[in-house]
Structures are given as structure tokens and as C-alpha cells.
């Protein structure tokens, strides 16, 4: 249906200079491409013929190069890198912004990091290093320490010509105002400055009320300060709010996309950093501890039928219908808990409206049991041809669909007020209890109604 | 641990403001609050005096109260109006940008949509109703109709005229320049502007390349380029390639934020609009239609389990067991799945590198498998006493998590080229196939083997 899309076609043409060996071709092709376009490139060609590409494009134009490696995952990207010696990795590094160049940093293997830091340090590049010194995921660590600021002394003319003179700023649409020790004093704007007279004061049309961020503040935070004030930018002081950096919203996207796809992770159990691209005995490494907690629950839940063995010894019909008693509650409990791990996330649930939220999931829950109940016993009853066999199924899923679904909302909420993460988590302990509870009240009622039943 | 929120610390305020009917200093609190702000707190208001807080702020600042009300979710925005007459709510309404309008509008009910349409037609806002022409999910919905352009045959210092002249425009940095028939012809921006004479001709610093979209363009792929080229805004243009409007990072950003929960909920069945807030009869309704697929894939599946229910009868502790082998299969599915899944949205999973998708997914299943199998074989062991059934379980969980391992990658690319959306049908796929499997697996393995098991 779609017509090929441009980068696909370019990406074949890639292919084809390659296997011809048309390297100037190749070359010329590659220099026309947008950095970001170039990272998707890198990520697609085959992993034979990657280095040599990228190879090609690092030799002739080292620039260009590093803007496309550093629009790719910092994982990807320190892999392409990582093939070569230290010293070049340290000269390559410096074609990037700092913020970009210390994510790189961050994922070499230590035997490179180690030396390319070094390296970069004896260059008088210590701004990288002073990044990777704040926390994991903190505004420092991703904020761009280049910030153009404008002293507040400052006449609007002066203004304009010390942007004239700042080429090498990255996108200038806020314009922070310091004083004489960089202390962040306001912001005004580039239209701002355009509407009033070359000697009006600076300080007559900045806002001195600005949202700002400290150096350590997650950023999970930032990115929710930019997205609800619709931001572009938000400057980043230290502790003493001196003017440390800024951290632009393409950033910030960056941020919120992560955090989407840490909650869905979480929800499935698998870590952040495991990518498609993550080779398979590392994912198998990552994967594994979250199955073995399965594995563990798994048996508990296989505990819980072997109490009723002799149940099931009687009316084997029940081993065929337990697994949907089990599975069904395991549906609804994740969409009830998938609703509030979101709702969490985005700020729509809290404690506040935590009991309006679980008496609407239990009725949902307590509906969802009665509907698919009727349906599932009346199946039932004419697989096998025993009524009382599903009036018990149906029971037993009203149970536990409404277990499931006020699990759901309190799991998840819990957690949150324990301060761990309620996407970590819950899963694991819905499906459990939905396992456990399916089970029990399943094999329970027949062994309450054991004589009723057709044996 | 952390302190108070100071938002918390307003929303208290002025829940005691409106307990003791201080109305004046309450709408004083009001007033001093960024509209953000405002949506959170009337979203965390208890249901009975949110309307009345409302009320207060409508009546006297209209325009912040429908600042604040377009900053929450459009079906909470549309709930709060829906109480007012079609009059007030039009006059209301037009306090907003169109695209927010329309929003809004879009998520009264039919029996408000119509009448307020009407009436904003009478006073010739033509423009929210030709933005609800456009599909939903386009381009054309979300943007921002008042877009400043500025006429090719401009001076740069004419352009800056241009500019101090339009107080009303919603960010401006990105500068379009259309002809004379208003097509889009190029871009620049306000510091370019400033780098230059007054006499420049606004041709010759614009740059003629640049990325737009048209109004019909799916509002994923929107995102998608601003994101990856980290643009702050986009142009959006007719068929005739006519500048239409142009859509801003922040409205990228709720698209980003949207895709994303729509994709978590996509996995677990639930529907985009089934919000916390949703009312409990309309999720129900919502998540039947999910569950009842569910429930129709379980009883395939115990129709399987049915096949061997004369093996069942005479070794009834398989019974036991086989929930294991079904759910291991499926959360490693699940973990494969959400990879593969997240993977396709975010451009890192094509065709183009299935192959290699696929053999590291097998592998990883075949590794887990392994592992898990030979640990639930001992614990089976252990329990029962008899090696054999530990042996088949092992058994049965390697060809079931390689089974879940490999279709956790085939059937979302399978689907994403049936141009159907990965997330919306993988899971129950997934889980009914490794329900099917794993209860095949170890019951057919048992049937085979069953003169060798403890009877």
C-alpha cells in the first residue's frame, strides 16, 4: 500500500554502492543524508557490512559522523565505536556536545572509557567528565552545559550583539539573564527583544519568575515540568542556583520515550537496556531472573491444585476448565492494573482518588465475572454435559475476576506508596494471585460440592 | 521522603478555601495558578466540588478557566463543560485556539457538539470546524491553523515589522515563507534574522529544503520527524502544498505521550479512551469484547486439555503441572513480545533485520527453556518422586518457551505487514499459542511416555 519510504530506497542504494565498491559514490550519498536519517541507516544495514560504512563516512567527515552515532541509542552507538583505539574514540568524541558525548562515555566497556576520559582530560575537555559525575538519569547528566546567558546589565542592543556573536549555540529561543556571578536572575525572549528599542535595559523585559531545575532532579521530573508548562527549554542551576546548563526539549522527548518504554518493560517484565539489537546471551543474562521469579510463583500456584488432587483424581473434568479460571482472571487483572500503572504514570491516579478508583474497578471486575461466567458455564455444561460443573466454573471466575481486579488497583498503589516503581512489580503479583485464587476457588467449590458433581 | 508538592499544597488551600466559602480568596488562589496547574487540581478535586470551583473560576476569568481545562485530557475537559448550555459553552470555547477547540468539542456529546457548532458558525469560526473535517489522528486536527508566515518578497527588515506587528501568534521561531499564493516555499528563524542587514532580502537567508507534513498525515508520523530531526515545530500543508498551519513540540509531545499509552494498553486489551476516570459501565463495555476473545481462546485451549483427559485420569498429578509449562510459556512470550513490539514503534525492528531478530528471540527461548526447564524438572522430581514426569515437564517447557520465543517475533512483524497494528493483537495470539502449546507439549509427551510415569 505506502510507496516505499526515502529512507529505504536510500538505505538499498547504500547496500549497492557497498557490494560495488563505489566508495565516492557511497560517500557523496551518505554526506546528503540528515544525521538522524544516517543513525537509522547504521541500525539497518547488516551487522558484515555496518563498520565498513561506517568506517568510510568516520575517515571523511568525523563530523558528520558522530551526529548520526549519537542519534542512535548510546548502546549502539559506543558498539560502533568501540572497535577502535582509545585515542580515536577520544578525538572522535569531541566533535559532540558534551551532554551527547557523556552518554557515549557512559556505555564503552571500562577498558575504553577509562582511557578515553583521560585522554579528553589532558585535552582540557573536562566538561564531559564533570557530567558523568552526576547521578544516572538526572537533569546534570543530560542538560548541554554550553547555555548562552545574558548578563543583567545588559542593554537590548548589547543583547543582540552578543547573540550575533554566538554561532556555536545550540537552538537560542529562551535567553537566560544572570548577574555578575551567574546566578540565574530571569529569561526573556529573542521576539521579546525585537519589539522594544535597542536601549531599553534587559532587565526591563525579562520575567524574573522562571521554572528551573537542579542539577540532581530526575528526569523523569524534568520531562514532566517541560511537557505540562509547554517548554522548550528548561535551565538547570546548581545548588547555590547558578546557571549550569539547559536542557532542550528534543531532549526531553528522548526522556519521555524512555520512560514509555521502561513502563512497558517493567509491565513484562524486561529491563530498559534490553534491545532487539541487545545480543542474545546478554538479554538471556537479563531475562532470566524475572522468569526464575515465575518460575518460583509458578509453583506456589502448582501447590495450591496439588491440595486438591484428590478432587481431581475424582472429576478429571475439573483439570479442563481450571486453567480458564486461572487465565481469564489473569486478563482482566492486567487490564485493570495496565489502566492504573498508566494512571499512575501520567498523574491521574494518587491516593486522593485511590478509593473512587478501586470501587469502579470492582465493579467493572464484579461485571466482567457475571457476564463471562454465565457464558463460560453454559460452554461448560455443554462440553460436558454436567450443569453443576458450571454453575462452579462460573462461581469461580465471578471470584476471581473481582479479586483481580481490586488486586489490580491496590498492587500497583501500594507499591507506589512504598516508593518502588508499580510497573516493577505488580505483574508478578497479579498473575500469582489471579493463578492462586483461580485454583483455589475453582477446585474448592468442587471439593465443597464434590457429591454434586458427575463423576 | 520527598516534601510536599507544592501543587499539593494548593490543592489543600483550596479545598479549605471552598469548605469555609471564602469565595474571593479562593478565585484569588485560583487566578495566581498556570493553567497546568489548574488541570491537575480540578482533576484532583473530589467529584462533588470540582463543578463548584470551576464555576467560580469561569465566571470571572473565562479564559484562564479554559486555558486550564484544555490542559486536562479532552474527555475530563469535555465532562466539566457538559453541564453548561450549548450557548455558554460556544461563547466559552472560543476563548481557545481552534485546534484545542476542537478537541474539546469533538468530546461533548452529540447532543452539544451540534448546537455549539452551530452557534460558533453563526459568529463565523469557521476554522474549528474545518479542523474536525480532517480525520482523527491527522496532521490536520492537531494543528494550529494561525500560523505567521511571511511573504517571500520581504526584507528582512520588513519581516521584523511583520513580526513585532503579530502579539497574538503561539510561539514563533520557526519563520515560514510562503508566495504570494501562499505556498510554502522556505524557512528561517528569528536569530537569522538578527544576524543580518535590514535591507537582506528575506530569500536569501531562508532555506528552501525543509521537512512539512501534509493535513492528512497520521499524527504517529508527525511525531515521529520531530522527534528524529529534533524539530520545535512543523508546517503542515494542503494538497497544493498551501501552508495550512503548523503543529508545536508541545502538541508532539501529547502525541508521544498518547502513542505510548495506547501501545501498553494495546498489549494488555484495553482501549485507549478507558481512562481511571472513565465510569465503571462504559470500561466495562470497553473490556468485554477483549475478555470475551479471551475466554473463547481458553476454551480452545482446554479443548487440548480435554484431548488427554484419559491421560489426566490415569497420572492426575499432570494436572499440576501443566499450568507451568502454559504460563512460563507465556511470560517469556510476553518478554519477547514487548522487545519485538516497542522495538517496531520505535523504528528499531524492520523487515529489513527480522532474520536476525528472529535467531537471537530463538535462542534466548531456547536458553530460558533450558535453564528453567531442567530446575522445574528437580522440583517436579522432588515433589512427586518420579524422574520421568520431572524429565517431560523439562522437556515440554524447552518446546514451549523456543514455541513463544519464536512467535513472539513472527506475529507482530507478521502483523505490522498485514498493516494491522502489532500491539492491538499480538498478546492474545501469544497467549492462546503458548496455552496451546504447553498444554499439548507435556500432555502428548506424558501420552507418549505414559507406561514409564508413576500411574
Redesign the interface.
Known amino acids: 500500500?505506502a510507496p516505499p519510504r526515502r529512507i529505504?530506497v536510500v538505505?538499498d542504494s547504500v547496500k549497492r554502492l557497498q557490494r560495488i565498491g563505489a566508495s565516492a559514490n557511497l560517500l557523496n550519498l551518505l554526506q546528503k543524508q540528515?544525521p538522524?536519517?544516517l543513525a537509522?541507516i547504521f541500525?539497518?544495514l547488516?551487522?558484515a557490512g555496518r563498520q565498513s560504512v561506517v568506517s568510510l563516512l568516520v575517515e571523511r567527515n568525523p563530523r558528520l559522523a558522530m551526529e548520526a552515532i549519537s542519534?542512535m541509542?548510546p548502546e549502539q552507538g559506543a558498539a560502533l565505536l568501540a572497535g577502535r583505539p582509545a585515542e580515536e574514540i577520544a578525538k572522535l568524541i569531541q566533535e559532540l556536545p558534551s551532554d551527547d558525548a557523556a552518554a557515549l562515555i557512559d556505555y564503552l566497556p571500562e577498558e575504553l572509557s577509562q582511557p578515553v576520559l583521560e585522554m579528553m582530560r589532558r585535552r582540557e575537555s573536562g566538561q564531559v567528565e564533570s557530567l558523568l559525575e552526576y547521578g544516572e538519569q538526572t537533569a546534570g547528566r543530560i542538560m548541554n552545559p554550553n547555555v548562552f546567558a545574558l548578563g543583567e546589565d545588559l542593554t537590548v542592543g548589547e543583547a543582540?550583539l552578543a547573540?550575533?556573536g554566538s554561532r556555536d549555540v545550540e537552538?537560542?529561543?529562551y535567553l537566560y539573564v544572570v548577574d555578575a556571578r551567574r546566578h540565574l536572575v530571569g529569561v526573556t525572549s529573542?521576539?521579546r527583544?525585537?519589539?522594544v528599542s535597542p536601549e531599553t535595559p534587559l532587565k526591563r523585559i525579562m520575567t524574573p519568575e522562571l521554572i528551573s531545575v537542579r542539577v540532581e532532579t530526575d528526569q523523569e521530573e524534568v520531562a514532566r515540568l517541560?511537557?505540562?508548562?509547554?517548554l522548550?527549554a528548561i535551565p538547570v542551576v546548581d545548588e547555590e542556583n547558578k546557571l549550569a546548563g539547559v536542557i532542550t526539549?528534543?531532549d526531553?522527548?528522548?526522556v519521555?520515550?524512555d520512560e514509555?518504554?521502561e513502563?512497558?518493560?517493567r509491565?513484562?517484565?524486561?529491563s530498559g537496556d534490553?534491545?532487539?539489537?541487545t545480543?542474545?546471551?546478554e538479554?538471556?543474562r537479563k531475562?532470566?531472573p524475572?522468569?526464575?521469579v515465575?518460575?518460583v510463583t509458578?509453583?506456589v500456584?502448582?501447590t495450591v491444585?496439588?491440595i486438591f488432587?484428590g478432587t481431581?483424581?475424582r472429576v478429571?473434568?475439573?483439570?479442563?476448565?481450571?486453567?480458564?479460571v486461572?487465565?481469564?482472571g489473569g486478563?482482566?487483572g492486567?487490564?485493570t492494573?495496565?489502566?492504573?500503572v498508566?494512571?499512575i504514570a501520567?498523574?491521574?491516579?494518587?491516593w486522593?482518588?485511590a478509593r473512587?478508583?478501586l470501587?469502579?474497578?470492582a465493579?467493572?471486575g464484579l461485571?466482567?465475572g457475571v457476564?463471562?461466567g454465565v457464558?463460560?458455564a453454559l460452554?461448560a455444561w455443554g462440553?460436558k454435559g454436567d450443569p453443576i460443573l458450571g454453575v462452579l466454573l462460573g462461581m469461580a471466575m465471578v471470584i476471581n475476576m473481582s479479586v483481580a481486579a481490586t488486586a489490580g488497583t491496590l498492587v500497583p498503589l501500594g507499591l507506589k506508596a512504598l516508593?518502588i516503581d508499580p510497573a516493577l512489580a505488580s505483574s508478578v503479583f497479579i498473575?500469582t494471585l489471579t493463578?492462586i485464587a483461580g485454583?483455589a476457588s475453582f477446585l474448592g467449590l468442587a471439593t465443597i460440592f464434590l457429591r454434586y458433581l458427575a463423576q
Chains 1, 2 share one sequence.
Do not use: C
Open positions: 500500500m529505504d538505505l540528515h538522524a536519517d537509522q541500525g539497518d547488516p551487522d542519534e541509542s543582540i547573540l550575533q537552538m537560542v529561543f529573542l521576539r527583544l525585537l519589539l517541560v511537557a505540562s508548562y509547554n522548550l526539549v528534543d526531553v522527548i528522548d519521555i520515550k514509555a518504554t513502563d512497558l518493560y509491565l513484562a517484565g524486561v534490553d534491545r532487539p539489537s545480543p542474545a546471551g538479554s538471556l531475562r532470566l524475572w522468569l526464575g515465575n518460575l509458578a509453583f500456584a502448582a491444585v496439588a488432587e481431581i483424581e478429571t473434568a475439573l483439570a479442563i476448565f481450571m486453567p480458564i486461572a487465565g481469564m486478563n482482566a492486567t487490564q492494573l495496565t489502566v492504573i498508566r494512571g501520567l498523574g491521574e491516579v494518587s486522593a482518588n473512587k478508583a470501587v469502579k474497578e465493579l467493572v461485571g466482567n457476564t463471562l457464558l463460560a460452554v462440553m516508593k498473575t493463578d485454583f
